[in-house]
């Protein structure tokens, strides 16, 4: 049996497997943001260990006396956030969060100081990095900056409580700008330019190694027996490629979660920083991916029917009865309600209804916030392509893999097949647990392969035409605004 930790920016989700690889249980625990200012985002690392307990409890229950088998735990987690830590091991502040935009100001001057950081980091200076944030709470909070012992990663902080120690993996750890990607290591040059050293670094391991073993307090707590290892695990979207079988130079996937991602895996360090693309190592040893990166994805669904006080379900039923010639005179819908990493690295972009009249329905405009979330998944794959790679075929995971109407969206509109797979959903918790048997010496081969195929969602090309008409005008819109913003 095998436990996968999956820390999300909504939930804590967490999924258990046995010896065949089949899912035995799985549950989850929601969490919340705090938005204390315009532009900020922070979490509790608290909630984030309780809401783990929580679920450990849930569990055991649910797997009754297999529960004490589990061998092994692998952890993925929300990319970039800062979670400072004094020399007591305690929580200085708040986590601040990958979609947090506050340190554009920072972003800037780590740009300016650091000449030496897209050649190193592979990535540009953006305000949901994990750098420019330091860069912040230097400028702003300088009593805590002065108290940081130790700078963690999101779920290396739910390792620290499971284990005591302070391991970080090499895809988590490119997210910061520390990181030398193609090395695989800590860049001492880009630390000292944020005031900090090695020793303010967690030890780093490879996602798919043993990064230590339970604590036997918490061992005990929990059920498990101390000797449970842990793997290194890693960020996100890496680890959701481990469990979508996303480990061959070419494999990619489309993640429609709170953010959006679009995910190719490459045989080495290609950085694109021009185009706001993410050059990061995998979880698996010398391999590196690339990524397109939308800060907004189904949290702008999501924020929809808040608004208009439905639920996702009756709104998606609405939508698919939308004749085609309402979907062609629907609004356009730009998704930057955290403002935008891929193409634009522009935080203070914003979201924008366009082409409203009496006659819109909430259906139509529940459509173009699909069709608008799609058009920047597009964007990504467009700035992918003219970096070079290519890619042929997607799988889709995430929350937005549960709608077949949106699966088909996204076929049409980036014109190659969408595939969905069966537990598409559970795809960083299932690729936690996968790095866990990994970390227990199982094969890759074996523990590795693409989960079975749901449907294959093939592109409608008459359909594709339509829609790269509405995808001018949605490209127009961006620069419409930022023109108005500007001036």
């Not at 998704?335 to 690295?345: A, D, F, M």
């Not at 597009?378 to 699966?407: H, K, M």
């Not at 010496?441 to 008459?462: D, F, L």
């Amino acid at each position: 049996m095998y436990l996968g930790i999956d820390l999300g920016t909504s939930e804590v989700k967490a999924l258990v497997i046995d010896d065949n690889y089949h899912v035995v249980a799985t549950h989850s625990a929601p969490l919340s943001i705090q938005r204390p200012h315009p532009h900020w985002s922070e979490q509790s690392p608290q909630a984030w260990w309780e809401a783990t307990d929580y679920l450990m409890a849930t569990l055991k229950e649910k797997c009754g006396q297999h529960w004490s088998a589990i061998k092994a735990i692998g952890l993925s987690g929300q990319m970039h956030g800062a979670v400072l830590m004094d020399n007591q091991g305690e929580v200085i502040r708040p986590a601040i969060l990958w979609n947090d935009t506050r340190c554009a100001q920072e972003c800037a001057e780590l740009e300016e100081i650091a000449p030496e950081l897209h050649a190193i980091a592979g990535n540009l200076a953006m305000p949901g990095f994990t750098a420019p944030k330091l860069l912040w709470v230097r400028r702003h909070e300088s009593d805590n900056f002065n108290r940081i012992a130790t700078v963690l990663l999101p779920k290396d902080y739910l390792r620290f409580k499971m284990t005591g120690k302070k391991v970080s993996d090499m895809s988590d750890a490119a997210g910061t700008l520390w990181l030398d990607v193609a090395k695989r290591d800590w860049s001492d040059s880009l630390l000292e330019k944020c005031g900090l050293s090695r020793s303010n670094m967690p030890e780093l391991v490879e996602g798919c190694a043993v990064s230590a073993t339970l604590s036997p307090e918490v061992a005990e707590h929990w059920g498990l027996n101390a000797s449970v290892v842990v793997a290194g695990g890693g960020g996100d979207n890496a680890v959701s490629a481990i469990g979508v079988g996303a480990v061959s130079p070419g494999d990619a996937f489309i993640s429609l979660g709170t953010s959006g991602v679009l995910f190719v895996v490459t045989d080495a360090y290609r950085p694109a920083p021009q185009s706001a693309v993410h050059a990061f190592c995998h979880v698996l040893p010398n391999l590196w991916h690339q990524m397109s990166v939308m800060l907004s994805a189904a949290s702008c669904l999501q924020w929809f029917c808040r608004l208009t006080g439905t639920t996702e379900t009756a709104l998606l039923e609405e939508i698919e009865q939308l004749s085609d010639s309402e979907k062609a005179h629907a609004p356009l819908f730009l998704p930057y309600l955290s403002g935008e990493r891929t193409p634009h690295n522009d935080p203070n972009a914003r979201g924008l209804f366009w082409g409203l009249t009496h006659a819109s329905l909430r259906a139509q405009m529940g459509y173009a916030v699909l069709e608008g979330v799609s058009f920047g998944i597009a964007d990504g794959l467009r700035v992918l392509q003219e970096s070079g790679t290519d890619i042929t075929q997607c799988s889709l995971v995430g929350g937005g893999a549960r709608s077949p109407f949106w699966a088909q969206l996204l076929a049409d509109i980036l014109d190659m097949p969408v595939v969905t797979h069966k537990g598409g959903e559970t795809g960083g918790a299932l690729g936690a647990a996968r790095l866990a048997c990994l970390a227990a010496g199982k094969p890759m081969a074996e523990v590795c392969s693409k989960p079975e195929i749901y449907k294959t969602w093939q592109a409608n090309p008459e359909r594709h035409q339509t829609l790269m008409e509405r995808y001018k005008q949605f490209a127009a819109l961006y620069q419409n605004d930022i023109t108005y913003r500007t001036h």
